[in-house]
């Protein structure tokens, strides 16, 4: 899903999988992280942590949320450059 909100541009995805207890979504946001039920997958833990990096380099942010009737929101919010 993707909108525009108060001068932002906002990029949803969500899912159904077994989301982030709210404990962990900090350290997830760190490089090489994995919740301990994701290491028989393959990955490396860097999503996240790129995802996060950039969008504070452009002056938005991520938050990660859990989806109403199981999974993980994850919500990823830019500013919109306006022109003078």
Partial sequence: MS?????RAVVEVLDRGPGIPPREVER???PFTRLDRARSGSGTGLGLAI????AHM???EVR??????GGLRARVELPLKTSN
């Fill in 64 to 69: 990660l949320m859990p989806r109403e009737g």
């Fill in 58 to 60: 452009h002056g938005g």
């Fill in 3 to 7: 909108a525009v909100e108060n001068g």
């Fill in 51 to 54: 995802v996060e990096r950039i």
């Fill in 28 to 30: 997830m946001m760190r």
